[in-house]
């Protein structure tokens, strides 16, 4: 089985070719009967970037609570690591502990493994929705999926390493293959959120390993935290006694302390890194433009809050003038998105359909996004137009 380079190195140039234009990127339909090239393994997902995979789950797969792993979105700054196998495979821990270790995979799986079901969702999810827009994979509404993770937790981890009473950062340093000037793909996070019980070094999802999309053999879990906090195909555990300084910290990840506008020039001080998750809902049917009979239609999608939980999702029939609290779903779990859903009895003519989510922290979705020049954290109320004949 040829490797996803030697994969990607082997379609024809004109494949390549289309994946360079804007258009093409950005409108792709999910399914290779859209035109779109499968990838090995996925299914049926929107194609954002065949140099970097990155696929988009498209809504309609968001009818299942657990995402199956093949719609599963996946988020690639670079290449993915080509040679991997797990009895070469190490993770390092070091840095302000006491003892430093090396893990093996067979010793990491020997340590007591916890699940935590967890939507992950790209900072970026949306951007595609800014107005103006900005540079950057310009996301959809389905760079977010949700799964069950297993591993042990980063705590045990770091217990056994003994970390100092200096360590206040846990960096964690992945794999990527990186062409060029790129810089590696390293991040931190603060010791508490890294002591956290549902903090985890996963190997699972949804009960198989870890596929090499996903970041085999381990990845960090960051659960209700943006999805760049959870390294893939880590390597390398390192206690800081401050924040990691780098690209993907920043300038990557951040975001205006104060609202700004298109132009505004943002300073690096006038800014924060990103941690949580907004509050967020989507319309995963029926799809934006579709046309309907008369009579009952289920309004349904999915909606989460990042550490916090969803406690009332509201949809408008009418563009925004009265809301009705929808049904939520039986599943839930704290850091994973609800399934929702609301009855209603159309009559001929056209519509705007909204849905808007709030959580157990007072925060509900704003009906216009909250602008920033990197567009992460896109959480507008979602709309379809859809047609009733
Ligand atoms: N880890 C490494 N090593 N390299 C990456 O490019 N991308 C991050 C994160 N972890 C990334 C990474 C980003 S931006 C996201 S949104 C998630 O992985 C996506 O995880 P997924 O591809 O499993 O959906």
Partial sequence: MSSRRNFLKQMSGAALAASAAPSFLSWALPGPQNGAIEIPGEDG????????????????????WL????????????????????????????????????????????????????????????RSLHR??????????GAVSTARFSGPRLRDILQRAAVKSTGKHVMFRGLDEVPGKVPPFIRS?????????????????????????????????????????????????????????????????????????????????????????????????????????????TVHGAAWAGEADVVKIEVSTDGGSNWNPAS????????AWRLWNYEWKAKGGDYTILSRATDSQGRTQPSTPVWNPSGYLYNAADQVKIHVA
């Fill in 45 to 64: 997902m929107i194609v954002r970037s065949f140099r970097f995979v990155d696929l988009e789950t498209p809504v309609e797969y968001f009818n299942a």
């Fill in 189 to 297: 996070i603060p010791i508490e959120k890294a002591l956290d019980s549902d903090t985890l070094v996963a190997t699972h999802m949804n009960g198989a390993p870890l596929t090499k999309h996903h970041g085999f053999p381990a990845r960090a879990l960051v659960p209700g935290w943006i999805g760049a906090a959870s390294c893939k195909w880590l390597t390398e555990i390192k206690i800081l006694d401050s924040e990691f300084v780098g690209n993907f910290m920043s300038p990557g990840y951040r975001f205006p302390n104060q609202p700004v506008k298109p132009g505004d020039a943002v300073k690096p001080e006038d800014t924060h890194v990103l941690t949580g998750l907004n509050v967020k809902s989507v319309i995963s049917g029926p799809l934006d433009g579709a046309t309907l009979k008369t009579g009952k239609v």
């Fill in 132 to 141: 103006p827009q900005v540079p950057g994979i310009q996301w959809g509404k």
């Fill in 67 to 126: 995402t199956p792993v093949p719609h599963f979105f996946v988020r690639n700054h670079m290449h993915e690591p080509s040679e991997l196998n797990s009895e070469d495979w190490r993770l390092s821990v070091g840095g302000e502990v006491e003892k430093p270790l090396t893990f093996t995979h067979s010793e990491l799986s020997k340590l007591e493994a916890h699940s935590v079901v967890n939507t992950l969702e790209c900072a970026g999810n949306g």
């Fill in 328 to 335: 939520l779903g039986h599943d839930q779990a704290h850091y």
